[in-house]
Nanobody, 125 residues
Framework: QVQLVESGGGVVPAGSSLRLACAAS????????TAWFRQAPGKDREFVSS????????AYADSVNGRFIISSDNAKNTVYLQMNSLKSEDTGVYYC??????????????????WGPGTAVPVSS
């Protein structure tokens, strides 16, 4: 069982930056993916970014590509999401997710077995 805890959320003005962290209780399996999803009020949870093989393979949603950067500190079992040039449409609760085994596609909620409680990121315009 893997426990995930997100941190770093908070109210920020549009155009600013914020870094989220996702700490895992144990190291996740080799080849599995850790990802960030977000959920805006009244909307479905959507894929934001993912990291596989300790950061060797990364992916981003089109809406954040070029503004967000995912990174990993394998020694700390922690994945970070650096969010730059934040927009009001980035507002939502950000969730960290991890896999118990390799499953595709890693952009879908169903590919993940473990979820953190989420951290809120309200972006004020």
């Amino acid at each position: 069982q893997v426990q995930l805890v997100e941190s770093g959320g908070g109210v920020v003005p549009a155009g600013s930056s914020l870094r989220l962290a996702c700490a895992a209780s144990v190291r996740t399996g080799s080849g599995t993916t850790t990802a960030w999803f977000r959920q805006a009020p009244g909307k479905d949870r959507e894929f934001v970014s993912s990291s596989t093989y300790g950061g060797i393979k990364v992916a981003y949603a089109d809406s954040v590509n070029g503004r967000f950067i995912i990174s990993s500190d394998n020694a700390k079992n922690t994945v970070y999401l650096q969010m730059n040039s934040l927009k009001s449409e980035d507002t939502g609760v950000y969730y960290c997710a991890a896999q118990s085994r390799i499953r595709e596609p890693t952009t879908t909620v169903g590919a993940y077995d473990y979820w953190g409680p989420g951290t809120a990121v309200p972006v004020s315009s």
